[in-house]
């Protein structure tokens, strides 16, 4: 979206790249689509639909994508479906894309204006005015389409405003409910809905999708490609991100010291220390708590077959690292102090995980 000419990025949207209602290109995920077939094959869909999984794994792309092959009148009572393909310039894919088609509700953070600021949240009065939609019959007696993105930004209020309708729904109506952390979703609707967990996607997935992206994505050299596979975790939008030689080298720094430890190089993780403690380290200072948690994750993982008790002690620090981080952002405090205790604690707990 546009204004006063500039581009506008969305609060759900990654700059330089189509939104998920403009994606048309889809790729993995075959049993989640196959799902949403054989309930439209069957005339039996399910009326609420939880998407689970990590960000920027495809899981707005696949909501609206059912959303275009729901409100298609040609795809409307075919029960030999295949596909939720829908053309790309048909009218249903244009009203979609435009957020116009009468049929369709998005509830999500509202991008910024000229007057106010992008939301936090999805307002109860939001919730409210998009649910209007379910009050009256469709436009052309077909389907009406709900789409949650996503259901972290719901506040109590907005919720419960949701929760009373998927609990008594109107006849052919669909709510798709989009969540990176679908566990903590209001257990109410969570009970509703049909849950849908999608898995992170495999390196040729990424690179498909990256290529279907067009310039200058497209462009980017294999081999920069192939360094943000090793740390996007089967996330499209965590490649995407990472698709920068200097952030890369930076995450094999912090990588490396992490992978010696309990032996310290006290030397690089002082200057480490230094250098996110400066007032333009904020970007540094993010990706290296994201590559601890990485790290730590992966050790939990490989490790599993060890049993509660031997990994507590990784599983107690990276939760005392969450609680020290939001400190240091609610406070504003230094740094340094952190970063050093940060390893230290990581340190012990590798040998007493040993």
Not at 5 to 34: L, M, N
Not at 192 to 203: A, E, I, K, V, Y
Not at 301 to 328: N, Q
Request: proline share 6%.
């Amino acid at each position: 979206m546009s204004r006063d000419g500039q581009d506008v990025i969305e609060p759900d949207g990654f700059e330089g790249a189509p939104h998920p209602r403009e994606q048309f290109a889809f790729f993995g995920h075959r049993e989640g689509e196959e799902a949403f077939l054989e309930g439209l094959r069957s005339g039996r869909l399910h009326h609420a639909w939880l998407i689970g999984g990590a960000q920027g794994i495809g899981k707005a792309t696949l909501a609206y994508r059912v959303a275009r092959a729901v409100l298609d009148p040609q795809k409307a009572g075919d029960r030999s479906l295949t596909s939720l393909d829908v053309p790309t310039e048909s009218q249903v894919a244009r009203q979609v894309a435009a957020l116009s088609h009468p049929n369709l509700a998005v509830l999500r953070r509202s991008p910024p204006t000229d007057k106010k600021a992008a939301s936090t949240t999805i307002p109860v009065d939001a919730v409210r005015r998009a649910l209007n939609m379910f009050g009256s019959t469709a436009a052309n007696g077909g389907y009406r389409v709900c789409i949650v993105d996503s259901a972290e930004d719901l506040t109590i209020s907005s919720a419960n405003a949701l929760l009373k309708v998927i609990e008594e729904p109107p006849p052919r109506s669909l709510f798709l409910i989009v969540s990176h952390a679908p566990q903590r979703v209001l257990p109410t609707i969570r009970s509703r809905c049909r849950r849908l967990l999608l898995r992170p996607l495999g390196d040729q997935e990424i690179r498909a999708t990256i290529g279907s992206l067009g310039s200058p994505w497209s462009d980017i050299p294999r081999d920069l490609v192939d360094q943000a596979l090793r740390y996007g975790e089967g996330s499209v939008r965590r490649t995407l991100e990472l698709l920068d030689a200097e952030k890369v080298a930076f995450i094999d720094q912090v990588t490396k010291l992490l992978d010696g430890l309990p032996r310290t190089d006290t030397k690089q993780i002082l200057a480490l220390a230094e250098a996110l403690a400066r007032r333009d380290a904020d970007d540094s200072y993010e990706l290296t708590l994201e590559t601890v948690q990485r790290w730590v994750s992966e050790r939990l993982h490989d490790r599993a077959g060890l049993g509660a008790s031997r990994l507590a002690p990784l599983v107690e620090v990276c939760e005392k690292i969450g609680r020290s981080a939001r400190e240091i952002d609610v406070f504003n405090l230094d740094r340094r102090p952190f970063i050093l205790t940060m390893f230290d604690d990581l340190a012990d707990a590798v040998r007493r995980a040993a």
